[in-house]
């Protein structure tokens, strides 16, 4: 089997041609270094060198071993970098679980941000509920999850992410739509698309300041999906209310609004994972999103 420090010797004599010079290079003496190139020659049984008191020159055999060697040596280099960028955290994969609203802005832009600065890690996303979320990282299977509520379990982190207001989407005909800002009362007895309740978080939500404001709208559909609302948004159907991120999509019909409230409507959301976690990759990826 060859051994690597011959073959370095070699490649810098090879280099140098010349035995005193390639001594310098590699921080030895030269005697040494004229051991292992008689070594590596007796190993493969070929005469690699040419040498007499005035030159060094390559053999056609050692034309060809230099080659190979050089290439052998620049996949050694590689190897060594790999694993060190393994160990460290630079190459490897991060699977990320979230919720839809997550999408719309937040998200895309830290996937961005992450594939300039860790180009070797591979991310991996799964748009599931947050209690599916919950135990995906709780069972090794997704490592950091985006999630509306913070769990209780004492095997998990967690930390805050998004935490942004609402915004008013209105028919861009709609009389309200010439308006700078828009108040809760503004939507009373007006056609509003509501969230579902199986969209509980903001349904409840929503219903509920509707309430407390004194405003009383007419609920013409009940949608899950925020893309669905402002869909029927911009046919005319009626207003809507959805988080500030959902003004990224553009409907030609469709018109923001800032939502003026007595108290501010939140739509928070959380990073989770594993205290364990023992994947480098997912720490580099996690303090760069935290920090």
């Excluded at 280099?15 to 001594?23: G, I, P």
């Excluded at 190139?37 to 071993?65: M, W, Y």
């Excluded at 996949?75 to 060594?80: R, T």
């Amino acid at each position: 089997m060859l051994n690597i420090n011959q073959v370095r010797c070699f490649i810098a004599v090879a280099t140098e041609l010349s035995f005193r010079r390639a001594a310098q290079s590699l921080n030895m003496s030269q005697p040494p270094l004229t051991r292992q190139i008689q070594l590596l020659e007796q190993h493969l049984n070929i005469t690699l060198l040419n040498r007499d008191k005035r030159s060094v020159t390559l053999t056609t055999a050692g034309k060809a071993f230099y080659q190979e060697a050089s290439d052998l040596m620049k996949h050694i280099h590689q190897i060594e970098q790999y694993t060190r960028r393994v160990a460290s955290g630079e190459v490897g994969s991060v699977a990320i679980g979230f919720v839809p609203n997550a999408f719309y802005q937040y998200l895309p832009e830290i996937l961005v941000r992450l594939r300039d600065e860790f180009p070797f890690i591979n991310i991996s996303l799964q748009q599931t509920n947050t209690f599916q979320q919950v135990e995906a990282v709780i069972n090794h299977q997704i490592d950091l999850g985006i999630v509306r509520i913070i769990p209780e379990n004492n095997a998990l982190e967690s930390a805050l992410c998004i935490d942004e207001t609402f915004v008013a989407a209105v028919p861009r005909q709609h009389a309200l739509a010439n308006r700078e800002a828009l108040t809760l009362e503004d939507f009373d007895n007006q056609p509003v698309i509501m969230y579902s309740i199986s969209w509980k978080p903001f349904f409840d939500l929503l219903t509920h300041a509707f309430d407390v404001a004194g405003a009383k709208p007419n609920y013409v559909q009940y949608e899950s999906n925020t893309v669905n609302i402002l869909s029927l948004v911009n046919v005319g159907l009626g207003a809507a209310i959805v988080p500030q991120s959902a003004a990224t999509f553009k409907f030609d019909n469709v018109v923001y609004l800032p939502l003026m409230t007595a108290q501010r409507l939140a739509n928070r959301m959380y990073f989770i994972w594993r205290k364990d976690n023992e994947n480098e990759a997912f720490h580099l990826v996690k303090n760069r999103i935290l920090n």
